[in-house]
């Protein structure tokens, strides 16, 4: 008499699978460390109008070519330059002409937050006007591109910093914005040095190969 083979359990295969999937997902790790965390600005509505009009002097253009190498206003640069060439674009300490317009602004902190500003809290100073445009091109490496996006951040940041501890004896990411008095401070700081950076779409680009 021929044995029966006896019948697979379908259901049994099913939560087997399913549990080696999680298990993978469990298991394995994705290398989350470097990326970009920046708001972006809202999209503009398909019937909105938005000419805007800039000055020269106020955009810096940075371009990441097809052989990842980089150019800043035209010239080659070492990216390591990139992070001092920004800080000075955005300060402009010379008053040059050819780096961005200073315009004097006032910005609120909290009253008596600070020794080193008027009782009012009210900072008196120059915003610059400055904004980086980002460009690269389609074939640009993703590395490079982050550490580009990276070092346009750090300047900026560094900025802050500076300030920060200027005024308030700590580092500005040290700001506590669950307190409401340093959310405040946060927010000002943020006012007078912006993260004025714009991307263009990448395209096929020229210049150094």
Request: proline share 7%.
């Amino acid at each position: 008499m021929p044995r029966e083979v006896p019948e697979i359990n379908g259901g049994s295969l099913a939560d087997i699978a399913f549990l080696l999937l999680i298990f993978f997902l469990v298991a394995t790790t994705m290398d989350i460390d470097t990326g970009i965390t920046r708001l972006l600005p809202p999209e503009p509505e398909k019937d909105q109008e938005t000419e805007v009009k800039v000055n020269k002097r106020n955009v810096l253009v940075v371009l990441i070519n097809r052989s990842d190498r980089l150019m800043v206003g035209g010239e080659e640069m070492d990216r390591f330059q990139l992070k001092n060439k920004v800080i000075e674009f955005f300060t402009n300490p010379a008053d040059d002409p050819n780096l961005p317009e200073m315009v004097e602004t006032e910005i609120q902190f909290p009253p008596g937050s600070s020794p080193l500003l008027p009782p009012d809290g009210v900072w008196r100073g120059k915003v610059s006007k400055g904004v980086i445009s980002l460009q690269n091109d389609r074939t640009t490496t993703y590395g490079t591109y982050l550490h580009i996006q990276n070092e346009l951040v750090a300047a900026v940041n560094q900025l802050r910093n500076e300030f920060t501890q200027l005024y308030f004896d700590k580092t500005y990411d040290d700001l506590n914005q669950a307190n409401a008095t340093e959310e405040e401070i946060y927010n000002a700081i943020r006012d007078i040095y912006k993260m004025n950076i714009s991307e263009s779409e990448p395209k096929n680009s020229g210049g150094l190969n």
